[in-house]
């Protein structure tokens, strides 16, 4: 639902709100916030909170740092896991400088230019979630071991499987907050899970991403455990990674060759964003994370999977995204990637309906492979047109430094 700056400002004195939290995202896509008293909400709506950009990692140094909050009213949610007296809501900001002017690291910004792209091409990009991670046991003191929370396998059930309790209360929370989840099951590795969201627009669908870690990490404190979202936290087990699944519409048509296509092409170089830390060059390749450029339907060896289904349903899924990705990022990369598939009739290449975890040297001669180690990721981003079309020069050079 979508709410006017005087309706909230009104929600927070009816409520009983007392902390307002003004969040945001480094640009890894780490969530960052500040909280305010009621008394302030309306100097952030109209002027915005100051923030010191300089200590946010990829905002810039020292000089010219200091930077402002400008909330979105309609992203506020209440934060169910705070107390019912005295509660505290959350919105997603957008940051500025002081005359105003969009700060050119925002990456929810650069997304909205992206879906904004699309809508004056006539398209409207849907994005769902398939996010996994891991949980594991704290030690005396409270800190992260190695130690899965429990044993079990993929799609187990208890008692193997401990941790059906705590996506339960995850979920639960998510659908407090408005976030309703498709499914969630344990997935192959020992404590590793997986919840689902049904597909929504680009905007919610990243805010919803975001959202999530920050609820399943809570949820997991709250239980005991720590929640590892990092592509490859045990050598000998799967890795976890960012399933991202795709559709476009055209008024009320459906339209996903030529999108795909085009994110095919583009792949090599958006791979930087999708995959930036030296550990997720450690799960492709790797536990059925692909690492060839191929599509297929319904083949989880491949990088694209066209799923089985009809009608609203109809989308392909991407999975060589790992949950240390920035969602407002990497749905940007896409949708304009998309959009330069369709907007320039870019063909599919030739389906691949083999498995490419046992195929032979044959059968996988020909097939280009994604970037392998992340110096060779920020190599061909460096050298992309593509991307320097759509990212601003500095925000490049920082994950390619990073």
Not at 259 to 264: E, H, Q, R, S, V
Not at 292 to 316: C, K, M, T
């Amino acid at each position: 639902m979508k709410y006017t700056p005087e309706e909230v400002m009104q929600y927070i004195q009816e409520e009983d709100v007392k902390f307002i939290r003004l969040a945001f995202c480094d640009v890894r896509g780490c969530q960052k916030n500040i909280s305010i008293m009621p008394h302030e909400l309306e100097r952030a709506f109209q002027y915005g909170i100051a923030i010191d950009g300089a200590a946010i990692a990829g905002f810039g140094d020292e000089v010219h740092s200091d930077l402002f909050l400008h909330p979105d009213p309609a992203t506020i949610t209440v934060l169910p896991w705070r107390p019912e007296h005295g509660r505290v809501v959350r919105m997603f900001c957008s940051v500025t400088h002081l005359d105003g002017t969009p700060f050119v690291h925002d990456t929810r910004r650069i997304l909205k230019q992206a879906i904004a792209d699309a809508a004056r091409a006539g398209y409207t990009f849907f994005f769902g979630s398939e996010l996994e991670f891991y949980l594991f046991r704290l030690d005396e003191q409270g800190e992260p071991t190695n130690l899965p929370y429990d044993r079990a396998g993929y799609m187990d059930v208890a008692p193997e499987d401990k941790c059906e309790n705590v996506r339960r209360e995850i979920c639960l929370t998510l659908e407090q907050m408005g976030i309703p989840p498709e499914s969630s099951h344990h997935e192959e590795g020992p404590g590793q899970n997986e919840v689902d969201f049904r597909y929504s627009d680009a905007l919610n669908a990243a805010d919803n991403a975001v959202t999530f870690r920050t609820v399943v990490k809570t949820i997991a404190a709250r239980n005991g455990l720590y929640a590892d979202f990092s592509p490859k936290p045990l050598q000998e087990a799967p890795g976890s990674g960012f399933h991202i699944n795709i559709s476009v519409k055209s008024g009320e048509e459906f339209v996903m060759q030529r999108a795909m296509g085009g994110i095919l092409k583009h792949i090599g170089d958006m791979t930087l964003f999708l995959n930036p830390t030296d550990r997720s060059y450690q799960r492709l390749g790797s536990n059925r994370a692909p690492k060839y450029i191929s599509w297929s339907s319904d083949n989880r060896s491949q990088l694209i999977r066209v799923p089985a289904a009809e009608g609203e349903y109809r989308r392909f899924e991407l999975r060589s995204p790992d949950c240390t990705a920035n969602p407002y990022l990497a749905f940007a990369l896409l949708i304009w990637a998309g959009l330069d598939g369709i907007l320039n009739n870019i063909p599919l290449p030739e389906k691949s309906n083999v498995n490419l975890f046992t195929a032979s040297p044959k059968e996988l001669w020909g097939l280009e492979m994604l970037p392998l180690t992340r110096s060779n990721a920020a190599k061909v981003t460096l050298s992309s047109d593509f991307i320097r079309a759509h990212l601003p020069q500095t925000l490049i050079q920082f994950f390619c430094e990073g």
